[in-house]
């Protein structure tokens, strides 16, 4: 199938895309489809996700969730080896991020770009979606200083509530078929999700569509205050000191 098109995109200023939320910036040309997964890495199903882009030689963005990250870093580093973008997706993924104070909100923002960028051992596309697709004023305003361009969506899979590959791939093909093009929301985390990948993009194909690559423009480098806060909650405790030559010694 391959990538029709790589566009590249300047977040100065924080822009906004997806015509959920956003009526900004209409990129796409009729039938082109920028596909987006949410929630990762995860080690069972996004593998399955990065082989049947491969095996397609297409590109998508990976939204990622901090803790995941830390969580499976050899993972979210294929992602990001395979030429895919990598942007965040918070610390911690809370259920309403709207509904907590202004720093704790821009502590889990920061905290999870830390963790993606420490994972992947370079800076990061200055890419953001917000959890729950709930955009808080203020750190709608925070992202804007920080360049940070935010991501909604065109097309939610619902991935979540569609749990076989064949209602996935369903929901995203009607969606398509009325709108003509779009940003498509899913969740490389589901294991329905990445066995709907493959076939979906089959699909896709023969039904003319094409695939459109987003780059950022610029990098997103962490902040050292968060990367710190993360390190801490990586700490493992040390119930010993003692070298592994005195604890473990060959009887046999």
């Known amino acids: 199938m391959g990538v029709a098109r790589t ?6 200023g924080g822009p906004g895309f997806g015509f959920e939320h956003f009526q900004q910036h209409d990129f796409l040309r009729n039938n082109e489809v920028v596909l987006t997964f949410d929630d990762g890495p995860w080690e069972r199903s996004t593998p399955i996700v990065l082989k049947a882009l491969a095996d397609q030689c297409v590109r998508a963005t990976f939204f990622t969730i ?51 960028v420490m994972s992947v051992g370079a800076p990061i596309a200055p890419f953001f979606r917000f959890p ?15 360049n940070v361009g935010i991501f909604s969506t065109d097309m939610d899979s619902f991935d979540f509530k569609n749990r076989k590959p064949e209602t996935v791939i369903k ?26 990948t493959a076939e979906l993009l089959n699909q896709l194909k023969a039904n003319g569509y094409k695939i459109v690559h987003m780059k950022a423009r610029d990098t997103l480098k962490s902040l050292p205050e968060y990367d710190e806060l993360v390190r801490k909650e990586q ?18």
């Open 7 to 12: 566009v590249e995109i300047d977040t100065t």
């Open 132 to 146: 729950s697709l709930i955009h808080p004023p203020e750190l709608v305003k925070y992202l804007g200083q920080r």
């Open 171 to 196: 929901a995203v093909l009607d969606k398509l078929k009325k709108r003509g093009k779009g940003i498509v929301l899913m969740h490389d985390f589901h294991l329905h999700t990445a066995q709907a």
């Open 235 to 252: 700490k493992t405790p040390i119930v010993s000191d003692r070298p592994t030559s005195s604890v473990v010694r060959t009887v046999e």
């Open 66 to 116: 901090g803790k995941h990250a830390t969580y499976y870093p050899n993972v979210l580093k294929q992602v990001y080896e395979a030429g895919h973008s990598v942007g965040s997706h918070s610390w911690s993924h809370p259920r309403d991020i709207g509904k907590m104070s202004v720093e704790d909100g821009k502590t889990e923002i920061e905290k999870g770009i830390s963790a993606v």
